[in-house]
Each structure stands twice: as structure tokens, then as C-alpha cells.
T-cell receptor
């Protein structure tokens, strides 16, 4: 149990276009989802915290108008990278937390975004 | 503020050697959780262990063992008789409070096990 999926696993897009990444909790209700970003050979850094039905909370330095997060249901959160640029190329990982799972967090497999 | 330091950037060992990955953390909370994750080349994070601040017992799971020392704010990870499949980046992470806050990760240690 406690599986989190992400789609797509890899995406290549052209500079200036927008890309949507989905994070789904498959067998539990996720009241909170976290979005992390990992640049090559670096650590994971928190981008934002997303609670179901409310606006996401962004970390300092993360542009909320560029990285749109929607957590419309208890099993789905989406991250849309708008007007993507090559410097947005990164590995994006979500984690989900459900109130019934002792507040444990489960990570998705990640999405590798390459902007050309 | 919370912080996790993994001073070893890269480690290379020969197969069957034991290796210890260091992790030092900083937090003002008395309640917190510590984690270790393995990240193979595929990128997916593999959960290894979660330990809360009130449980200082060391843990062993097969070839893996963890040494939690609150006195030195360390949570070190030892792999015994390393294997090539252990090659990966290992992250130590901290979550303050009751575990429902986001994780703060260390910079990771890249382990290469050579046959």
C-alpha cells in the first residue's frame, strides 16, 4: 500500500511552453502533498506544500506564478511549469501524506523535465 | 533552523568492504524524525529507515545498520560487506515535529562499490 505515482516520468519540451506534472496517491487520501526539485548532482529542495482544497505554500525563491500547483482532490496534485526555460530542467519529485497513515510521507518516482 | 550535513560527498570502496555514511543534523525541536533514502541512477527514492527522536536504539536490517546518537546529533549509516548493487546516492533527511512536515535533505553521499 501507500503508493504514489507521477506522470509523466520523463518529458522534453521546448523553451516557452508549459508542462503539467501529475502526482497521484493510488491507495490513500493525501491531505498534503509536497513538491521537491532536484538539479543534477544536487540534493532535493522543497518547492511548495500543497493542501487539498487550499492554495499552495511556496518556499522562498520559488515563483508561484511560474510553478502553478493545484491540489483539487485528495488523490491528485498537479504542478504546471509555465513558460519553461532550460534552467527549469530538473528532476521533480512529489511526496504525499495521508492523515490515516501516521503522517508518513511517500515519495513518487519523480519526473525528469528537460527544456530545450 | 533545521539542517542536515553529509560531509562525505563521494565514497568509493571495494566490494565486501564495510562503509559508514555520516549524517549530522541540527534542530531546535525535541520531537523530530530522521530518515535515510537511497537514490539509484533511475532517480526514484528508496526508503531505508525512519527513526524518531525518542528512540535511540540502534537498528540492524540485514547488511544495513544505523547508529543514532543524540549527544552528537548524528545518525550514521553502515553497510556491511558492500555489494555493487549498493552503488547509489544516499540521502539523510530530517522532519521536525510529529513527522508531518516536509523533509530537509542533506546533500547526499555518492557511494561507488567496485567489484
Amino acid at each position: 500500500g501507500a503508493v504514489v505515482s507521477q506522470h509523466p516520468s520523463r518529458v522534453i519540451c521546448k523553451s516557452g511552453t508549459s508542462v503539467k506534472i501529475e502526482c497521484r496517491s493510488l491507495d490513500f487520501q493525501a491531505t498534503t502533498m509536497f513538491w521537491y526539485r532536484q538539479f543534477p548532482k544536487q540534493s532535493l529542495m522543497l518547492m511548495a506544500t500543497s493542501n487539498e482544497g487550499s492554495k499552495a505554500t511556496y518556499e522562498q525563491g520559488v515563483e508561484k506564478d511560474k510553478f502553478l500547483i493545484n491540489h483539487a482532490s485528495l488523490t491528485l496534485s498537479t504542478l504546471t511549469v509555465t513558460s519553461a526555460h532550460p534552467e527549469d530542467s530538473s528532476f521533480y519529485i512529489c511526496s504525499a501524506r495521508g492523515a490515516r497513515l501516521s503522517y508518513e510521507q511517500y515519495f513518487g518516482p519523480g519526473t525528469r523535465l528537460t527544456v530545450t | 533552523a533545521q539542517k542536515v550535513t553529509q560531509a562525505q560527498t563521494e565514497i568509493s570502496v571495494v566490494e565486501k568492504e564495510d562503509v559508514t555514511l555520516d549524517c549530522v543534523y541540527e534542530t531546535r525541536d525535541t520531537t523530530y524524525y530522521l530518515f535515510w533514502y537511497k537514490q539509484p541512477p533511475s532517480g526514484e527514492l528508496v526508503f531505508l529507515i525512519r527513526r524518531n527522536s525518542f528512540d535511540e536504539q540502534n537498528e540492524i536490517s540485514g547488511r544495513y545498520s544505523w547508529n543514532f546518537q543524540k549527544s552528537t546529533s548524528s545518525f550514521n549509516f553502515t553497510i556491511t560487506a558492500s555489494q555493487v548493487v549498493d552503488s547509489a546516492v544516499y540521502f539523510c533527511a530530517l522532519s521536525e515535529g510529529s513527522g508531518n512536515t516536509p523533509l530537509v535533505f542533506g546533500k547526499g553521499t555518492r557511494l561507488s562499490v567496485i567489484a
